[in-house]
């Protein structure tokens, strides 16, 4: 079936670098992407999201952008912190009748981004 | 706000055992959904409530997997006869009806032997 899948296994960035993750998705259908930040021992964290219908969205310290010519999707992370260290999934869904889809998603194998200080 | 919770947080059996998930959603969270996290891979949905209805148990292995949630608020998943590739972290989130922030709970971590 379709996925969403990552280019990069593995990020290693200085403390107060830009971290760029990628992600690329298959499912021309899906219509909402959100990327997760998940801690070791812990569930996944919602770090922000993105609708079709917008190709970039700022959060504090965060930006996705997404390309849907080429389905596309990254997550920035201005002046990267060790706390930032975890691994980074992105995830899609499409929508449904009623909205009951938010929850139900594909989501991508990860990226382990390491902050050294 | 109380977040999801989950219990145990780890469990060891021996393949062809049983075992049981339990997770608390958010207060007044209608949609609640189970997903199973394999080692270095993301979360795979099982199945997802809306209140106490299936609205998709369609990636469920329904031959060993079972999951209800009678009042539609707490839920248990379980797994019987146990087997080894069933050893994974199993996560329960729920949503807030028409909104689209999944919350996520720490997750049940299973180990099959």
């Known amino acids: 079936g379709e996925s969403v899948g990552l280019h990069l296994p593995t990020l290693s960035v200085q403390e107060g670098d830009n971290s760029i993750i990628n992600c690329a998705y298959s499912n021309s259908a899906s219509d909402y992407f959100i990327w997760y930040k998940q801690e070791s021992g812990k569930g996944p964290q919602f770090i922000i999201d993105?609708?079709?219908?917008?190709d970039k969205r700022q959060g504090q310290r965060v930006t996705v952008l997404l390309n849907k010519t080429v389905k596309h999707l990254s997550l920035q992370i201005a002046a990267t912190q060790p706390g930032d260290s975890a691994v980074y999934f992105c995830a899609e869904s499409k929508s449904e009748l009623g909205g009951t889809s938010y929850g139900k998603l594909t989501f991508g194998q990860g990226t382990i981004l390491t902050v050294h200080p | 706000e109380a977040g999801v919770a989950q219990s145990p947080r780890y469990k060891i059996i021996e393949k062809r055992q049983s075992v049981a998930f339990w997770c608390n959603p958010i207060?007044?969270?209608?949609?609640l959904y189970w997903y199973q996290q394999i080692l270095g891979q993301g979360p795979k949905l099982l199945i997802q409530?809306?209140?106490?209805?299936?609205?998709?148990d369609s990636q469920l292995p329904k031959d060993r997997f079972s999951a209800e949630r009678l009042k539609g608020v707490d839920s248990t998943l379980k797994i019987q006869p146990a087997k080894l590739e069933d050893s994974a972290v199993y996560l329960c989130?729920?949503?807030?009806?028409?909104?689209?922030?999944?919350?996520f709970g720490e997750g049940s971590r299973l180990t099959v032997l």
């Open positions: 993105i609708r079709s219908n917008m």
């Open positions: 207060s007044g969270h209608a949609t």
């Open positions: 409530f809306q209140n106490n209805g299936v609205v998709d």
């Open positions: 989130a729920s949503t807030a009806q028409y909104t689209g922030e999944l919350f």
